[in-house]
């Protein structure tokens, strides 16, 4: 619903450049008053001056005195031709007009002086302005390296946004943790950034996305027991096998929807429990990430079933908790966040919350997902012939579908929507794999040397498609899907004396596509679904050879969105929904997300690679029986010239 404000001039003696002045000043507040939702009417042969500040409305200095005032109802209709409720004042154009003969535009005055001024319709205002005109919401994405807060209109607009970092811990090799009081400080501190760019009144939801497979343990009065355990961490790879075999390999992948991996937190609590058993057993809540702000922004423990899901601890098909995993870990669902469908009101920020974040306490709380599902979301990826990519620190791939499923050629995961899954490949060096090559290899720090990655992409322009034979088998950090083993390795096969860095750095490019066209491959085969393109996202997606490099090698049509951060975007459709802006989330992803660019694969450069496609597919088989498939190899790098 809309305000109007209807402005009657009733004064006639005012000199021009006192009605210029009031004039210009006029229109540029009125555009202001409409971009918060008023309609701004003027009657009368002359214009008078109602002034909008940052948070309420306001006069000017000394500028009007009421002349007559009425508080009345007025059917007028805004350009939409819609019926709108109005309030109207008349003001004395004479007393505008005097402080103004110095030419002094004077200070600002605060709220009071609306209210003394024009106290029948000051609250009337306010009111229309913190629930009428609540016409943003905010995507909270907290990731593993920094918080974003974006706050979107209904057509996906950004309004505002702010980012802050979040330190990231190595007690010793191959060990990740955060402090979780840090993912709240970083939070608080983007929010208020965001509060004060608009006015707090203007959001009426707010949702999370969040970094997935993360856990920090609490204890019953809700102190940390340990920092963080996050998503990178590897020390519990010993615990993935026996852990998975007490339960049935396949029964625990049947029921989570994960094939044994040491990226989902259950295998983790198994570390601690073994590792920790004092602390272990102190135990009183899990939070993964979405749990931990939630409490902090309403003092309850409660996450989505898109953030719950990646937890390995969830009946995904039936949404809810484990009992059988939960058993096995002598753990209880007390000791979990109650889990609810995306999109569904969780509850209202408290007044403690409100002060820390400079959001209003009538500011819904919604809940939102996973960032990974939450990317898809933001990509609009709710159908199955568009999927997902986002090129990340890890690269995963999503494709919708309405089934559960599972497989080794993906794992499951729920939608960040009202029903169905993501059918997810990941593959865990993406532009990890990049930085790692500048970083070890080259032994370039890139942030003393930012322009490195222009020079690479333009070496590797110059090199051909196939990378004069070159292959690159990017299991830096194990294999996910199909093979799901944790101890696979990276292998650079082909080179020579006659390969640069141009070629390694295209090389690694072309590898990381190679993988996920043998992804989705696997994907469209077990499920019968045909994708045809894929919506890149991602910090790699700023790499326009990249994107030809994955159109080429995939046959398929890459997407560049209008909005690259679509994990904070699928968050904010998540609080749109909550709001009852759209009636789902398929419509709300249809208002609120746009493609900006469409790259179609090349022919040629296509054929090119289906040929050297064949020789990466037997690289790991290779490496894993000790057959490397020299002949293959050879015969195919005649194609890359």
């Known amino acids: 619903m809309r305000v109007a404000i209807v402005v009657q001039w009733v004064g006639q003696r005012c000199e021009r450049s006192h009605l210029m002045r009031y004039t210009l000043w006029c229109e540029h507040q009125q555009s202001q008053l409409e971009q918060i939702g008023f309609k701004f009417v003027i009657k009368g042969p002359r214009h008078a001056l109602l002034r909008a500040f940052d948070n309420e409305l306001e006069t000017s200095p000394r500028c009007f005195r009421a002349h007559k005032l009425e508080r009345t109802r007025i059917k007028k209709c805004n350009a939409s031709g819609e019926n709108v409720p109005c309030c109207a004042a008349e003001f004395d154009g004479r007393a505008a007009a005097r402080p103004y003969h110095n030419g002094s535009s004077g200070a600002s005055p605060h709220r009071e002086r609306f209210v003394k001024l024009f106290p029948g319709i000051a609250e009337e205002m306010k009111s229309h302005i913190t629930k009428k005109i609540a016409d943003l919401v905010i995507g909270l994405d907290s990731s593993t390296t920094g918080t974003k807060a974006i706050a979107f209109d209904k057509k996906g607009n950004v ?10 811990f190595s007690p010793q090799p191959n060990y990740y943790e955060q402090d979780p009081d840090d993912w ?8 208020r950034k965001i509060t004060r760019q608009i006015d707090p009144g203007r959001i009426t ?3 999370v996305s969040n970094q997935r497979e993360t856990f920090v343990p609490l204890d019953r009065n809700g102190n940390r027991l340990r920092p963080a355990i996050l998503w990178l961490d590897e020390r519990c790879k010993d615990e993935v096998e026996p852990f998975s075999q007490k339960i049935g390999t396949g029964k625990i992948h049947l029921i989570t929807g994960k094939p044994a991996d040491y990226a989902p937190v259950v295998y983790r609590l198994a570390w601690m429990k073994k590792h920790e058993p004092d602390l272990f057993r102190k135990i009183h809540m899990i939070c993964d990430v979405h749990t931990w702000l939630v409490w902090k922004l309403t003092r309850s423990f409660k996450t989505s079933w898109a953030s719950a899901d990646p937890l390995g601890l969830f009946d995904l098909k039936n949404k809810r908790w484990s009992a059988l995993i939960l058993n096995a870990l002598n753990l209880t669902e007390e000791q979990l966040p109650g889990a609810y469908r995306p999109g569904t009101v969780i509850g209202r920020v408290t007044k403690e919350a409100s002060e820390q974040t400079g959001l209003s306490t009538e500011t819904l709380i919604v809940a ?3 960032d990974g599902q ?7 990826a709710l159908t199955s012939e568009r999927a997902y990519l986002n090129l990340g620190t890890a690269v995963v791939a999503g494709v919708y579908g309405t089934q559960y499923r599972t497989s080794k050629a993906y794992r499951t995961m729920s939608a960040c929507s009202e029903s169905g899954y993501y059918y ?12 790692w090559f500048i970083k070890n290899i080259l032994n370039i720090a890139p942030a003393k040397h930012p322009d490195i990655y222009k020079q690479l992409e333009q070496e590797a322009r110059h090199v051909p498609a196939g990378s004069d034979g070159l292959l690159h088998l990017p299991y830096l950090c194990g294999a996910m899907n199909p093979y799901w083993d944790i101890n696979a390795r990276g292998a650079f096969v082909g080179l020579s004396s006659a390969h640069h860095r141009g070629h390694l750095y295209r090389s690694i490019l072309e590898g990381i596509a190679f993988e996920q066209l043998f992804a989705i491959n696997a994907v469209e085969k077990t499920t019968g679904i045909r994708v045809r393109e894929f919506v890149a996202i991602g910090g790699g ?3 326009d050879l990249w994107c030809h490099i994955l159109a080429d090698v995939t046959g398929k049509n890459i997407c560049l969105p209008q909005n690259t951060e679509a994990s904070g975007l699928g968050a904010g459709i998540a609080a749109a ?5 759209h009636p789902t989330f398929k419509a709300a992803a249809q208002a609120m997300t746009g493609v900006e660019k469409t790259i179609k694969p090349d022919t040629q450069n296509h054929q090119k690679y289906q040929r050297r496609f064949t020789a990466y597919k037997n690289i790991y088989p290779g490496l894993k029986t000790g057959r490397l498939f020299y002949r293959s190899l050879t015969s195919c790098s005649g194609d890359s010239a």
Not at 374 to 380: E, H, I, K, T
Not at 577 to 581: D, E, K, L, N, R
């Open 159 to 168: 309004a505002a946004q702010a980012h802050e970092a979040i330190p990231l």
């Open 184 to 191: 709240w400080v970083s939070a608080q501190k983007t929010l």
């Open 205 to 207: 939801a707010l949702a």
């Open 368 to 370: 939102g997902g996973g």
């Open 374 to 380: 939450a990317a898809g979301l933001g990509a609009n």
């Open 424 to 435: 997810e490949c990941s593959l865990r060096a993406g532009t990890f794999a990049v930085d």
């Open 541 to 543: 997606a700023a790499s």
């Open 577 to 581: 929904v909550g709001a009852g802006w």
